[in-house]
């Protein structure tokens, strides 16, 4: 394969939702670093968040949304996304995704953190799995689609690549394609594609404690910014709450919010509830402050994490929505049903992202961003819980609509040149990586995790300045690997987290700075 109409660069939700409304219009590739299957949507556990039935109504998610957000969403995107919601929830089902339904035969609905109905939409505790698998299934089955797994998307290719000096300031960059790793020719090789779709995924591998998977290393959003697209909001990084305390382990394993909607509470290690001391709406606040106030807790107590408490739930309730909590945590010596959770708050999601507009598309001709490596402007400073699943499921959609009214006035672009592999060498000492990345980690989590303040940030600013120098030295002398390439990417991504953080000189939502407002 060596030009396409549609490249995809990503195979979980985003990807695959565009796909599957591509084909119709023309032939599809996706490429995906891992397995297929192997991404953050898999992992997703709580569900998919959208307006159902009575009592709930688009304008009680959309205000839902507003207040997570800190007011920062935009409310044009928050009002198209919602609105859309019931729609784009059909496509799931039509694709063969199986929600639970009560006895009444009416849908499930679960509650998370700073929704005011019942409206999430779910598959017990494995909602992910299953819209994975579903959309796997009826892509790979596509004769208009083809999957290319262990593929890894180097750069993508604009104008810059036939040598047109090409700035953040220019208005006309294009992109022709991507330069990909090929696992069988060992060798970096140009995909040309009329239209390019980076859905790459989440960042939180940035960080030294995520739920994130480990192919989530912010590639897209780092080659998005090198090829000189805009990308925003990167400082709003949200912390889950509660993922299990089980330090060896790694990513995370998240402890759905859907279970804090079904009644269970955060405790400190004595037994002591705190959620009220921090908000009215108590273990079921908003993710940020949720959050926080763990982060609090634990400075002051000193414990490595806290409790949630589900020992008094119906059994029956438990054992049918949430198997797999209940299964994992017997696996590490926990029976939720009889000893409180040990939870601590992990990085979980990007708010921020590749800019896009309300059709998906980027700043650059013919490329598009879609799900969590976009920012449409849905979040604001914090995201609404279930409500990423949502968010690339509209906007694939309306990619798809935007990108095929050009399809058939663009042609492949003559002249890219072959990927310049010259005097690089096979770095012999994985070292030089391995080290670097927990460097990395400790930065992050240490000065640019959920509390900070701009003595930690410039601190993380200049030992981030040292690891990109390094980084950059050893890429460039190297032979591409995936390695190199997600520790450059990962690189990439803390500095425009940084740097969005020490511009923003307030705490608002999920960027809390113990500086602001002074003192
Ligand atoms: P992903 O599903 O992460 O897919 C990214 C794809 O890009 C992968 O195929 C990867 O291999 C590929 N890729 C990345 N870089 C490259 C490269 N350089 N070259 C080639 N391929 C590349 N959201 C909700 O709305 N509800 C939930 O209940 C929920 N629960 C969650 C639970 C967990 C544990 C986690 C981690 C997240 C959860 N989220 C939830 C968030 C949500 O799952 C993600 O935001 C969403 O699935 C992201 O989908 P995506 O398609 O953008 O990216
Ligand atoms: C969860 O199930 O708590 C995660 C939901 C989300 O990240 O949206």
Not at 472 to 501: D, F, H, P
Request: net charge neutral; with cysteine.
């Amino acid at each position: 394969m060596n030009s396409v109409d549609f490249l995809v660069i990503g195979s979980g939700i985003a990807g695959l939702s565009f796909a599957l409304k591509a084909r119709k219009y023309g032939k599809v590739c996706i490429i995906t670093k891992d397995t297929a299957e192997e991404t953050s949507t898999r992992y997703a556990q709580g569900g998919i968040a959208a307006v159902t039935y009575d009592p709930d109504t688009y304008e009680k998610h959309i205000k839902d949304t507003m207040v997570a957000g800190c007011e920062l969403s935009d409310p044009e995107i928050v009002r198209i996304t919602i609105t859309e919601s019931t729609e784009r929830v059909k496509d799931l089902i039509q694709w063969g995704v199986d929600f639970d339904k009560t006895k009444s035969g009416k849908y499930d609905l679960a509650k998370e953190g700073g929704h005011s109905e019942f409206r999430v939409l779910h598959h017990k505790d494995e909602t992910g799995l299953e819209i994975q698998q579903k959309l796997y299934r009826q892509a790979k089955e596509d004769s208009q689609i083809e999957i290319l797994e262990k593929y890894y998307a180097v750069e993508l290719i604009t104008q810059h690549h036939l040598g047109v000096i090409v700035t953040k300031h220019s208005t006309d960059i294009h992109c022709h394609g991507a330069y990909v790793y090929n696992p069988h020719t060992q060798k970096v090789e140009p995909v040309l594609a009329k239209c390019t779709i980076v859905a790459t995924g989440g960042i939180g591998n940035v960080y030294g404690n995520t739920t994130n998977p480990p192919i989530s290393t912010g590639d897209g959003i780092a080659m998005v910014h090198r090829a000189k697209g805009l990308v925003r909001g990167m400082e709003f990084v949200q912390f889950h709450p509660t993922a299990l305390y089980h330090p060896t382990e790694r990513p995370a394993f998240l402890i759905t919010e859907a279970l804090r909607g079904a009644g269970a509470r955060l405790k400190l290690l004595n037994g002591n509830e705190f959620m009220g001391k921090y908000d009215s709406r108590g273990s079921l606040a908003p993710r940020d402050i949720v959050a926080r106030a763990i982060d609090n807790e634990m400075k002051i107590s000193g414990d490595d994490h806290v409790f949630l408490d589900a020992r008094h739930l119906d059994k029956v309730i438990f054992f049918n929505h949430f198997p797999n909590i209940y299964s994992k945590c017997l696996s590490v010596g926990i029976d939720a049903t009889k000893d409180m959770i040990p939870v601590v708050p992990a990085a979980h999601y990007s708010c921020g992202g590749i800019y896009v507009n309300q059709w998906g598309a980027t700043t650059i001709e013919n490329l598009y961003a879609l799900g969590e490596c976009s920012s449409t402007g849905l979040h604001g400073a914090n995201r609404l819980a279930s409500n990423s699943l949502l968010e690339s499921l509209v906007f694939s959609h309306r990619a798809c609509i935007d990108a095929t009214k050009k399809l058939n006035t663009t042609s492949f672009q003559e002249g890219i040149p072959n990927w310049d592999a010259e005097g690089t060498v096979s770095n012999e000492e994985m070292v030089l990586i391995t080290q670097s990345v927990k460097e990395l980690q400790s930065i992050m989590s240490n000065y640019v995790g959920i509390v900070r303040s701009d003595l930690r940030l410039q601190r993380a600013f200049d030992r981030l300045n040292i690891l990109h120098r390094e980084t950059e030295a050893l890429y460039q002398r190297s032979v591409v690997t995936k390695q190199i390439c997600e520790l450059r990417n990962m690189v990439g991504t803390a500095y425009l987290i940084i740097r969005e953080a020490m511009k923003r000189k307030e705490s608002l939502g999920l960027h809390y700075s113990t500086d602001y407002p002074p003192k």
